[in-house]
């Protein structure tokens, strides 16, 4: 079945450390998001991709990094420099500008 | 700028009876796309209904219903014959059309409870 991918559910990462988020689609999108969701908030937008090799800061950017190698996998890095990594992540992606994002399950990061 | 605003942090909700969910915006752009999802505990986001902004009639899908009000920039979602699944959190979302129709923004939420 078509569908877009997040792994792993849920994530520890320690004080200092990098982690590495993982998001594959199956739908042939071009477009690709990553948001973060705090509890009981909205979601806002870290990063997005409109096309493989391309990608744009979101409204929160800084402390992440991604990449677009390829058409279906758009990874996110959090990185040490993020000082409240703790959030729910979620990935989406989309085809058609009119038409709803298809999103992932989600990552739930906890630093310890 | 383009922004969301949902005004209801929680609404309650009789089973079976209706619930308008509110949700106003603003944009520059002359063209866009209006979405509510639902987010249930689970966290996963689950797409109700799209409303573009050149549409003539209110979208409907089901038991949802898109009371869209170009001149007051408002787009509330009606939940009609509420189910107790429906209690889940409520989020409006706005993609401008023209220049690019890649950032997509989401509103606080509204958290909807269905009492038995």
């Known amino acids: 079945d078509g569908g877009i991918t997040q792994s792993p559910k849920y994530l520890f990462r320690k004080e200092g450390q990098n982690v590495t988020l993982s998001c594959e689609q199956n739908?042939?999108?071009?477009?690709m998001y990553w948001y973060r969701q705090d509890p009981g908030q909205g979601l806002r937008l870290i990063y997005y991709?409109?096309?493989?090799?391309?990608?744009q800061k979101g409204d929160i950017a800084e402390g992440y990094s991604v990449s677009r190698e390829k058409k279906e996998s758009f990874p996110l890095t959090v990185t040490s420099a993020q000082k409240n990594p703790t959030a729910f992540y979620l990935c989406?992606?989309?085809?058609?500008?009119?038409?709803?994002?298809?999103f992932g399950q989600g990552t739930r990061l906890t630093v310890v | 700028a383009q922004k969301i605003t949902q005004t209801q942090p929680g609404m309650f909700v009789q089973e079976k009876e209706a619930v308008t969910l509110d949700c106003t915006y603003d944009?520059?752009?002359?063209?866009?796309?209006l979405f509510w999802y639902k987010q249930p505990s689970s966290g996963e986001m689950i797409f109700l209904i799209y409303?573009?902004?050149?549409?003539?009639q209110n979208a409907t899908e089901g038991r949802y219903s898109l009371n869209f009000q170009k001149a007051r920039k408002s787009a509330n979602l009606v939940i009609s014959a509420s189910q107790l699944g429906d209690s889940a959190m409520y989020f409006c979302?706005?993609?401008?059309?023209?220049?690019?129709?890649?950032?997509?923004?989401f509103g606080a939420g509204t958290r909807l409870f269905v009492k038995a």
């Open positions: 989406a992606s989309r085809g058609a500008q009119n038409t709803e994002a298809f």
């Open positions: 739908l042939n999108h071009d477009a």
């Open positions: 991709s409109q096309i493989v090799n391309d990608f």
């Open positions: 944009t520059s752009d002359p063209s866009y796309g």
């Open positions: 409303q573009g902004s050149y549409d003539q």
């Open positions: 979302a706005m993609r401008g059309l023209n220049t690019g129709g890649f950032k997509t923004i």
